[in-house]
Structure formats: C-alpha cells, structure tokens
C-alpha cells in the first residue's frame, strides 16, 4: 500500500477510479530507479536532490509514490566516526565551559572536545548530526524491480489504498474458495452468496465493526492480493470518500497483477482460539483427520465455509466443525441464520459463552460446545466419539460373523483398511483359521514353525529378527504365545526363559 496522501484517483461522474501508472509512466520508473541506483553511497539529501528534480519534470504523487516503493528496498546507515550523541555531548560540554559566542569560539569548542575523543576537528563536525535523516548514508539497495515490475507495484499498491476506505467489496471469480481463504485467514467479516453469475464473495469493511481501525483497514486492502491471483475476476467496493459514498469497480482487465514479493496472507487462522485447538488436536492420535476451511455449505441463497472438519478414516464420513468467537451482534445474528438453513450435514458448533446463543443453536439440530477462553479438546473428542460409537456399529453390521483372510499372518489394522471400517468393528468376529497374536493374526502352522526356531538362552535381539521375519512385530506378544519370557540383564540385552521359570 501507499500513504494515502499519495492516493491518485479519478472521481469523474461520481465513480471512484485509481489512476493506473500505464506504459507511458515507464521512462520515469526507470529514472527513480536510476536515482536510487546512482545514490548509493552518498547522503540522502543526494536521493532526494535526484528525486525533486523528476518531482517538476512528472507528476508529484506519482514520483513520490514510485520513490516509496523502491526506498522499501533501501538501506540507510549513519556513517560518523564516533556515534552522534556523544560527539554531540562533548562538543557542548567544550561549549559551556567556554562560553561560544562566535565562530572562532566555536572552532576553540570542537578542537577541544576532538581532542578528548581522538578524532580530527573536522570528523567531529560531520558527526555531529550525522544521525539526521537527510545525512544518513545509502550504503545497499536490493534488485527487486524493474521498470516493468515497479510499475506493476505502484498500480497494485495504489489500488490498495484506493480501498482502504471500502465499507463494503464484493467480489466475482473463478477461484472463490481461495477467496474465501484468503479472507478467513486476514480476519475479514464476509458472506458467500450465490447469484445468477455465480458465486459472489461479500466482505464487510472496518466500518462494520465497533470502529474504524487502521489495522482491519489495511488486512481489507490486502486481500486484493489474493483476487488478483484469479484467472477472472471484478470487484465492485463501497468507498467512503471522505463523507461520500463513491463506487470503485476493478476487474482483471486492469493492469493489476500478483506481487513478486510479500505474501497475501500474514496468519493461517482467524484467531488464536482457532490456532491453539488446531495445535492440540492434530498433536493427537485420534481417527479422525482435521482439515482446514472444507468445502462451503449451502444455506439457502448463500452459502458458508465452516472453520475446520474432522473426516473419519474408516470411511466417507465428514463432521463439520465450527467456532463461534465474539464479534458484533450483526455477526452473530447473521451466523445464526446460516446455522438455521444449513441441512442434511452433521455440524458441530463450539461457542463462546459470553454469546449466549448456545440454546439457540442446539434448536437448530445442532450439537453445541461452550467454551470459555479455549476450546476443550475433550468435549470435541466426546462429541465424536458418539459419532465413532454409531460408526463402528455400522461398520461391524457390514462384514461376516468369520473371516478367513488369505494371508498367514496380517494385522487388524489392515483386515480393518480393507474393508473399510476400524478395528473397533473387527470386535466379536471369529477368525477360525487364524490365532490372535497381540493385535495380529497368524495362522497356527506359523506358531508350529517359530517354536522349532527358537529355545531357551537365545538372546532377545536374535529372537526378535526371527519374529519379524515371520512378520510378527508385537514380539512380546508372540513370545508369551509361544511359552517364553524375557530376562533382561541391564543394557547387555535380554534372554529367552521358559514362562514357567
């Protein structure tokens, strides 16, 4: 973004329209970014000399705006040989003591004070406000542009700021679920409605909230980063220009582009509640998976991005999860519509207590957690176990009363996989070629064979590699099976005893 003061704009017929740079602007991108080239090592009054002189050759606002861009890259460093606050303190303590009254008592006062810091009258006088900004010194300058490509930047950045002031944006592309995600992850209000053209994302500006705040301001400017990452696109934005309602239309026929530099997004959740349930649920080991930002729901007209949703591994069935934070009361009464017209999915809904809407909810259909500062990983994980529990059951009614697997040896976890459903299911099925082995099936003629490899007073090491050839990775299991135990010996390893021993 620029400052606003530097916003150029057209307001001709009550529109609202940022005044592009275009290809005739191009000679004087290359001109700032020679000024800037050709001033490194010098003091900025000499970037600045350069930069005034295009100032009345070309457009003011423009020059400055471009010169903003390119000074992002710049790096400005206070040469002095000594720091200026204390070439400052020793010359005006030499001062006092002589009393400075004009200019010959001036040199006496810097001679003095050189002495006493070892430096040349001369290298204390230009270190004295070496610190100033207009003395500092350009030492670096990175190659991020061109002209072509500061151009695209400038354009860009002034339509940025063009919407600073939006109070609302709607948006039409053909990629809306990066839209949506882009918007969730700035901290924008918005709605996602279906129109006769397609979806139609509707974002709602800092206005919006209990006041106008610079921060939200600019996290709402920054989301055309992301819709000009779309093939195709228009926005239509509210503007407040200054106490009139102005209207600012852009599409992809612009000459906007995605940046080079600087991502779209700064946080990959709406708020910290989010981000820590997000932590702590994936750190668990849970069969069920959580995805961020799942596919929208329709509800009604419109339709709504739920903020998380858990998909159960054993099968094709999706939980939608949402977090109800505090925002306005509009927020929320709009929120609770969507939750009224959302149908024939199963949604979880975490809410703040302090909304006091969780009955409201629960007479939607929809099973509610109150939280209060974070939620709860064990509630979420009760909910879904009933869920599980209905799962399982489901799951167990779809397979026989005996199973008789091809292979000799083969875990419940894959008998599970492959026929779709959890472990859990698998309870209560007879396996009538097959002995249980810990969590694994082996058939008998398998246990016959190991007896015959392994004895008394073999070490554990050598047993194990017995066992895993035989793909049986639960050794303790399989040797309680087979009549022995382990006698370890400290960090020397362990070694087969009888069980009766």
Do not use: C, N
Request: net charge negative.
């Amino acid at each position: 973004m620029l400052t606003k003061e530097l916003l150029r704009v057209s307001r001709a017929g009550g529109g609202y329209r940022p005044r592009f740079a275009g290809r005739e602007a191009r000679p004087l991108a290359a001109k700032v970014l020679g000024a800037f080239q050709g001033s490194v090592g010098e003091p900025r009054s000499v970037l600045d000399g350069a930069l005034a002189e295009l100032e009345g050759e070309y457009e003011f606002k423009l020059v400055r705006g471009l010169g903003k861009l390119v000074e992002r890259g710049a790096t400005f460093e206070t040469r002095a040989a000594v720091e200026p606050e204390r070439a400052r303190r020793a010359a005006f303590e030499a001062g006092e003591a002589l009393g400075v009254a004009d200019e010959a008592e001036r040199e006496e006062a810097l001679e003095r004070a050189a002495a006493t810091l070892s430096i040349t009258p001369a290298k204390l006088d230009e270190a004295l406000y070496a610190d100033r900004e207009e003395r500092q010194v350009l030492v670096a300058l990175d190659g991020r542009y061109d002209p072509d490509s500061l151009l695209a930047q400038y354009d860009l950045s002034l339509a940025q700021t063009a919407l600073f002031d939006a109070r609302e944006v709607r948006i039409r592309s053909d990629d809306p679920r990066k839209l949506v995600s882009a918007t969730k992850r700035l901290g924008l209000l918005y709605e996602l409605r279906r129109t006769d053209r397609g979806r139609e994302l509707v974002v709602t500006g800092p206005d919006a909230l209990f006041r106008a705040t610079r921060r939200y301001g600019t996290r709402f400017a920054r989301l055309l980063r992301a819709v000009v990452g779309a093939g195709e696109w228009e926005l239509t934005a509210t503007i407040d220009d200054r106490g009139v309602e102005r209207t600012l239309e852009l599409s992809d026929a612009d000459p906007l582009r995605p940046p080079d530099a600087e991502p779209v997004a700064e946080a990959s959740y709406d708020s910290g509640v989010e981000r820590e349930f997000a932590a702590r649920f994936s750190a668990l080991d849970l069969d069920w998976e959580l995805a961020r930002e799942p596919e929208p729901l329709e509800v009604g007209a419109s339709v709504m991005i739920p903020d998380f949703a858990f998909d159960y591994a054993h099968s094709d069935f999706r939980v939608y999860f949402e977090i109800m934070g505090f925002w306005t009361p509009e927020y929320v009464e709009k929120k609770l519509d969507q939750l009224e017209r959302v149908e024939s999915v199963e949604l979880l809904v975490a809410v703040d207590e302090s909304l006091g809407v969780g009955e409201e909810i629960e007479a939607r259909d929809h099973r509610v957690i109150t939280y209060t500062g974070s939620v709860r990983i064990k509630d979420v994980r009760d909910a879904l176990r009933e869920y599980e529990d209905a799962l399982v059951e489901e799951g167990a009614a779809t397979l026989s009363d005996a199973l008789s697997p091809e292979e000799d040896v083969l875990s419940l976890s894959e008998l599970a996989a492959r026929h779709g459903v959890s472990e859990d299911a698998l309870d209560g099925i007879v396996f009538p070629d097959h002995e249980l082995v810990g969590r694994t099936l082996v058939r008998p003629s398998v246990l016959e064979g190991l007896a015959d490899r392994l004895s008394a007073g073999q070490s554990f090491s050598e047993a194990e590699a017995v066992l895993e050839d035989a793909g049986l990775t639960e050794p303790s299991a399989a040797l309680s099976r087979l009549g022995y135990r382990v006698e370890w010996a400290g960090l020397s390893g362990g070694t087969l005893r009888p069980t009766g021993d």
